[in-house]
């Protein structure tokens, strides 16, 4: 994970330009996202992590794997060695654990934030398994 810290602008739009619409391709992927809020009602995620694969259920392999955190850095944060660690492997705890552990290996948090590392390591986690269909064991 390396963000970016936050420019002058972050977009690319020109002056007088304006977005009218995104268009996100439907893949047919399993995908998922998983946010920890200190409280449900109103609050804005304290971290987020959303993944997108193909396969990855009933024991079948993964691949084509994508991994973005948000509310880390000023703007989402593709985590291409968390997706590494899980690429062409059947999604289970151990493996959901090492992308987790990927995601935040090399971060620098600010000094008030480094709170969020583990944070990030089990949103990507549980993200994994929830897409993977796998039991969600933090709900029993």
Same mark, same amino acid.
Request: charged share 15%; glycine share 6%.
């Given at each position: 994970?390396?963000?970016?810290?936050?420019?002058?602008?972050?977009?690319?739009?020109? #002056?007088?330009?304006?977005?009218?619409?995104?268009?996100?391709?439907?893949?047919?992927?399993? *995908?998922?996202?998983?946010?920890?809020?200190?409280?449900?009602? &109103?609050?804005?995620? !304290?971290?987020?992590? #959303?993944? #997108?694969?193909?396969? +990855?259920? *009933?024991?079948?392999?993964?691949?084509?794997?994508?991994?973005?955190?948000?509310?880390?850095?000023?703007?989402?944060?593709?985590?291409?060695?968390?997706?590494?660690?899980?690429? *062409?492997? #059947? &999604?289970?705890?151990?493996?959901?654990?090492?992308?987790?552990?990927?995601?935040?290996? +090399?971060?620098?948090?600010?000094?008030?934030? +480094?709170?969020?590392?583990?944070? !990030?390591?089990?949103?990507?986690?549980?993200?994994?398994? !929830?897409?993977?269909?796998?039991?969600?064991?933090?709900?029993?």
């Amino acid at each position: 994970m390396a963000p970016t810290g936050p420019t002058e602008r972050e977009h690319s739009l020109a #002056a007088n330009e304006l977005l009218t619409s995104v268009t996100v391709p439907v893949r047919n992927l399993n *995908n998922a996202a998983y946010e920890v809020r200190q409280r449900q009602a &109103i609050d804005w995620p !304290i971290v987020q992590a #959303a993944v #997108a694969f193909s396969g +990855g259920r *009933n024991g079948e392999k993964a691949t084509n794997v994508r991994i973005v955190l948000s509310h880390v850095a000023p703007t989402p944060v593709i985590s291409e060695a968390a997706a590494r660690a899980v690429d *062409n492997r #059947a &999604i289970n705890n151990m493996t959901a654990t090492a992308a987790g552990a990927a995601a935040v290996q +090399g971060a620098k948090p600010l000094s008030q934030n +480094g709170y969020k590392l583990r944070l !990030i390591e089990v949103a990507v986690k549980r993200a994994l398994m !929830i897409a993977a269909g796998m039991p969600h064991y933090w709900e029993s």
